[in-house]
C-alpha cells in the first residue's frame, strides 16, 4: 500500500513539473469571423468628440473585407462608409489592424495596434496613427444576421456624450430588443458641471 502511494504521488508530482502554465498562444488564423467594433477620440473627459462603429470580417489569413462604418460628430454629423483592410496576430495574441477608407473618407489608411481576448472573442484597440489617440474595442458576431429576428435580447448599454448644455454625460442602462422591432428599457445618467 505505501509503495502505492509514493508511486501516485511520484506520478502526480511528475506531472505537475512536466505541466506548463497555460497561456495564450495565438496566430493570424486565431482572428477569424465578423467583429463589431467602436472607437472614438475623446474630447472633454468622459465625452467623446467623434465615435466610429463598424462591422467588417476576417478571413483568417490576413485580410479584412466587408467593412462598413457610421462616424458620428459631435454636433450631430453623420457620415457613413465601407472599408476593406489587412491585420497580423502575433503568438501573444497583440496585432495590428489597418482599415483602408475608414472614417475619413480620403482613402487614408487607419491603423491600429490590438490585443485579442482570451477566447479570441474580442480585442481591444488603439489607433496608432500620428496625432490621433482613438481608443475602443471589438467584439466577435458570430454568424451575421441582421433585421428583425423575433428573438427577445437584453443588453447592457453605456453611452458617453455631451448634453444638451455641451457637458460631458454618461449614461448607462439596460435594453430590451423584442425582435419585432420594438425597444423598452431603463437608464441612469451622470452629467459633470
Not at 98 to 122: M, Q, R, S, Y
Request: aromatic share 6%; net charge neutral.
Amino acid at each position: 500500500m505505501r509503495l502505492r502511494t509514493i508511486s501516485v504521488a511520484v506520478l502526480v508530482l511528475a506531472a505537475m513539473i512536466g505541466a506548463r502554465p497555460a497561456s495564450a498562444v495565438c496566430s493570424t488564423a486565431s482572428f477569424q469571423g465578423v467583429y463589431g467594433y467602436l472607437h472614438g477620440r475623446q474630447g472633454g473627459l468622459p465625452a467623446f468628440t467623434q465615435v466610429v462603429v463598424g462591422q467588417f470580417t476576417s478571413d483568417g489569413k490576413g485580410h479584412l473585407s466587408g467593412g462598413s462604418w457610421t462616424l458620428a460628430v459631435s454636433g450631430g454629423a453623420i457620415s457613413t462608409g465601407t472599408f476593406s483592410g489587412r491585420y497580423s496576430i502575433a503568438k501573444n495574441c497583440a496585432g495590428t489592424l489597418t482599415f483602408n477608407n475608414e472614417d475619413n473618407g480620403k482613402n487614408i489608411p487607419a491603423h491600429f495596434n490590438i490585443v485579442l481576448d482570451d477566447g479570441n472573442h474580442g480585442f481591444q484597440m488603439i489607433q496608432s496613427d500620428s496625432g490621433s489617440t482613438q481608443p475602443g474595442f471589438g467584439v466577435a458576431q458570430g454568424v451575421a444576421t441582421c433585421g428583425l429576428t423575433g428573438k427577445k435580447q437584453t443588453l447592457a448599454t453605456n453611452v458617453d456624450g455631451l448634453d444638451t448644455s455641451g457637458f460631458p454625460e454618461v449614461i448607462v442602462g439596460q435594453i430590451t430588443l423584442d425582435g419585432k422591432g420594438n425597444v423598452s428599457g431603463t437608464e441612469r445618467s451622470v452629467t459633470i458641471t
